[in-house]
């Protein structure tokens, strides 16, 4: 088996990296949810070493990963575990924080809800949550270029789509979530940042 290789991963790494090493410059365990093909976790890995990333994604995706881990051969990077956001099991134990890039838009809105009341669960006291991709505001678009990548979604799967930030804004208020940050990205993308509220036990 080859490793699994996206073009997308490639380009978007260094600039996700700037904003992870404001955010994660006091954590020291990640969570990342929907690892892909382990290429992020590599990256981020290597360049934030005081953190260890722990991947996870669904059991298709466990071998390809660990392809990547193995050849890296970093410390901070254990074996995957399964996590798939729709059954609501997480892995055992709570994080400093949590990572996910491209995801909340090829999952349905339930399973993107779903991942924020998960991350309130597993969060510690202050702990946060850096989520990568496209974005609405209010139910408008920020870009030509992202109507276009709604449709396209839609067409491949009427329950995936572009979230909007709003919505998630107030859900995530909802479980003890609040959006600290939003990070303006290149190719019209944002990194949403939550933090659990202190009086929130998990």
């Known amino acids: 088996m080859q490793k699994p290789y996206a073009e997308s991963a490639e380009q978007n790494k260094d600039a996700i990296l700037e904003i992870l090493r404001q955010e994660f410059e006091s954590c020291y365990e990640v969570l990342e949810i929907g690892s892909g093909t382990g290429q992020h976790a590599v990256y981020f890995a290597r360049h934030l070493p005081h953190v260890r990333w722990q991947t996870s994604e669904l059991e298709a995706h466990l071998s390809g990963?660990?392809?990547?881990?193995?050849?890296?051969?970093?410390?901070?990077?254990?074996?995957?575990?399964?996590?798939?956001?729709?059954?609501?099991?997480?892995?055992?134990?709570?994080?400093?924080?949590?990572?996910?890039a491209n995801t909340a838009h090829i999952m349905s809105e339930a399973n993107a809800l779903q991942m924020l009341s998960g991350a309130a669960d597993i969060l510690k006291s202050n702990g946060r949550f850096c989520l990568y991709g496209p974005f609405r505001y209010d139910g408008q678009h920020t870009s030509e270029s992202n109507i276009r990548f709604d449709a396209w979604l839609k067409a491949r799967d009427p329950q995936s789509g572009v979230r909007d930030v709003t919505r998630l804004a107030a859900y995530g208020a909802s479980v003890g979530l609040t959006l600290v940050r939003d990070h303006a990205m290149p190719a019209n993308n944002r990194i949403l940042v939550w933090e659990k509220s202190a009086e929130q036990t998990g």
């Open 65 to 100: 990963i660990r392809l990547w881990l193995e050849e890296a051969a970093l410390d901070n990077l254990p074996p995957p575990v399964l996590l798939d956001v729709g059954t609501g099991q997480w892995p055992a134990g709570q994080t400093d924080a949590l990572f996910s």
